[in-house]
């Protein structure tokens, strides 16, 4: 019986290894990561290839939805907000569908993207941007399935949808300017309210309190809205300095901007802290 058990064991043993047999994929993974000006744009997706097989028209029929590669579905990833021909496409990961024409493309970004190829459903409501363009002829045959990015300029590229003899060309622009000017702005007014705050967290755990209480000092200064979090930090370093009276006052700030911006948790806070310090 002993030999017998010993036996199955090695039996499941055997199909268990055989299980985990890795083997070439026929459409292998890509995936391309492209920086355009302060935006970055990812492409994952499975690359057939033709095989003697005549692909548009044929092993990909024109006016149906197609995965747009093999396997699951093709995914695109925009760091920031950006512009598909024009269409305005927000961050995010999108499924990169197409209908192939002779005579244009439809190319879809899908919002659902956990889909072996097309959707059992295709369901509208999950497009983001649906756009038409218009396919050119490439000047060799490309046998394997390929997306690259062309033509990068400081906010726009195109990606280029290419297998067989055709080309799909899809302008992509992202709001490099506008990053640009917000970064330049940050560093030529200094520090925002948000830095002072970040640096005076820092300092008030690092047991520095002079220095976070500068820091929280200039933050409520650069705040243009009272800010219920930034006067909460400011209670607990004055506290935290033995500045009773000092931390009481914020505290009771933070309690009044926290009650207008119905934060009941920070509301909360604020009370046990003027409890505990003995507040009228």
């Avoid at 920031?80 to 961050?91: L, M, P, S």
């Avoid at 690092?206 to 243009?224: N, P």
Wanted: zero cysteines; glycine letters at 4%.
């Amino acid at each position: 019986m002993k030999n017998v058990l010993l036996l199955f064991t090695f039996i499941l043993g055997t199909f268990a290894t055989q299980a985990q047999l890795k083997m070439p994929q026929p459409s292998p993974m890509a995936k391309i990561e492209q920086e355009v000006g302060l935006s970055n744009i990812t492409l994952e997706f499975s690359r057939p290839s033709m095989k003697g097989r005549k692909i548009f028209g044929n092993l990909v029929p024109f006016d149906k939805i197609w995965r747009t590669g093999a396997n699951k579905n093709t995914i695109i990833t925009f760091s920031t907000d950006a512009k598909v021909e024009g269409k305005e496409v927000k961050a995010g990961s999108y499924a990169l569908y197409t209908k192939p024409g002779k005579d244009s493309w439809e190319v879809y970004l899908y919002k659902d993207t956990n889909n072996w190829g097309n959707p059992k459903e295709w369901k509208e409501s999950e497009v983001a941007a649906k756009i038409t363009v218009k396919p050119i002829a490439f000047p060799d045959t490309m046998e394997t399935f390929t997306m690259a990015f062309s033509d990068l300029k400081m906010d726009s590229t195109l990606l280029n949808i290419i297998w067989e003899s055709t080309e799909v060309p899809v302008k992509i622009e992202v709001p490099t300017k506008d990053m640009a000017m917000k970064n330049i702005d940050m560093v030529m007014n200094g520090p925002s309210a948000s830095n002072y705050y970040q640096v005076a967290s820092f300092y008030r755990e690092t047991g520095e309190l002079e220095k976070a209480k500068e820091s929280i000092e200039k933050a409520i200064a650069k705040s243009e809205k009272p800010a219920f979090w930034i006067h909460r930090q400011h209670s607990l370093i004055l506290a935290d300095l033995k500045d009773k009276k000092g931390a009481i006052q914020a505290a009771k700030t933070s309690m009044e901007l926290a009650e207008q911006a119905g934060n009941s948790d920070y509301v909360k806070l604020n009370k046990d802290s003027l409890s505990e310090w003995g507040a009228k």
